[in-house]
């Protein structure tokens, strides 16, 4: 287990053509914000298949089900009524016979993911790193309820460590079909952005695009409150609009990958903006036991005094999910 900073507070390493994107067109707030998730929804949306009973394979998403059909919107014939009794499998679960079709949206379900990463090195330089993740997501009726803890800390050559935490928990309800309002809070603090201590509340509108044991895509788009107190005594409150995107797919039922990102623009200064993005892979080791490799990035266009806007690390860790 290690931990390998690939920047820490300094732009030099981040993509270049994400950098371009912000540092040259950060007043064209809607295409620098919007290329990301297009690029996201391109690559999920090959993620539906549905297999007939004599061997075809049609990529697409479903629409809708009835007591004998599946409305299916095809990527090459369009929207297609097909029978029941034609369809093997959707998303590689039987449609018929003892095993349950797909996953029920508004069904009980119950999982989490926990991650440490830690790193020490002595000698010329003296430095340790550790990292905790951790999140637990259940779903009860219509309800789903998401809780998020983090923890960093980070210190060289015996200086006071700097640390980050935080604590969010949001809940979700689904109101229709695969739209649901979502109404979340969180509180923390940042050392290495000068930020003491955090708050935020926001309220947004989601889509579940799908979500099934193969992966997942959901997007929401609300509005959010965020208050700062910095390291200079100074205060940030500010009425952001909020977008986020999540998606995640299983390669060969064995490997994962994941993908988060978040935009974050001031109503009142459309130029005060913040963009932070993961990109993930887990491999398994054993049963629920995972070895994680996790690109973390955050840009924020206004910082506090005397601070970078791009932070960004790598970490190879182990996570555990259930």
């Not at 297999?51 to 369009?78: A, M, P, Y």
């Not at 029978?83 to 095993?99: D, M, Q, R, W, Y």
Request: proline share 3%; charged share 20%; net charge negative.
């Amino acid at each position: 287990m290690c931990k390998i900073p690939m920047h820490k507070k300094d732009g030099g390493t981040a993509p270049l053509l994400l950098q371009e994107l912000f540092m040259l067109h950060i007043p064209s707030i809607i295409k620098q914000f919007f290329g990301p998730f297009f690029l996201t929804f391109c690559i999920a949306s090959f993620a539906d298949e549905i297999k007939l009973s004599n061997g075809d394979v049609l990529q697409g998403q479903e629409q809708q089900r009835t007591e004998n059909q599946v409305l299916w919107l095809s990527d090459n014939f369009g929207l297609l009524a097909i029978n029941k009794s034609s369809i093997a499998t959707i998303n590689e679960i039987p449609l018929n016979g003892p095993v349950e079709p797909t996953i029920e949206l508004f069904s009980n379900t119950y999982n989490g993911d926990l991650s440490f990463t830690g790193g020490y090195s002595s000698g010329n330089i003296r430095r340790e790193d550790w990292d905790l993740d951790g999140d637990v997501q259940w779903r009860h009726g219509d309800f789903r309820h998401k809780s998020e803890i983090n923890f960093e800390s980070h210190r060289l050559h015996g200086s006071r460590p700097a640390e980050q935490y935080d604590l969010g928990h949001g809940v979700d309800w689904f109101f229709q079909d695969k739209w649901f309002w979502s109404n979340s809070l969180a509180w923390g603090a940042n050392d290495d952005r000068q930020i003491d201590q955090f708050y935020s509340i926001g309220s947004a509108i989601g889509r579940q695009f799908w979500d099934s044991k193969l992966g997942s895509l959901s997007a929401e788009t609300g509005l959010l409150w965020i208050s700062e107190d910095l390291s200079d005594q100074t205060s940030d409150r500010r009425l952001t609009w909020s977008w986020a995107a999540d998606y995640r797919r299983m390669l060969n039922n064995k490997m994962e990958i994941f993908h988060r990102q978040g935009v974050l623009i001031a109503l009142t200064d459309m130029s005060d903006s913040e963009l932070s993005a993961d990109f993930g892979l887990k491999v398994p080791v054993v049963a629920n036991l995972f070895t994680e490799l996790k690109l973390e990035w955050v840009y924020d266009n206004q910082p506090a005094l005397g601070i970078r806007s791009t932070d960004s690390q790598l970490t190879i860790g182990v996570n555990y999910s259930w």
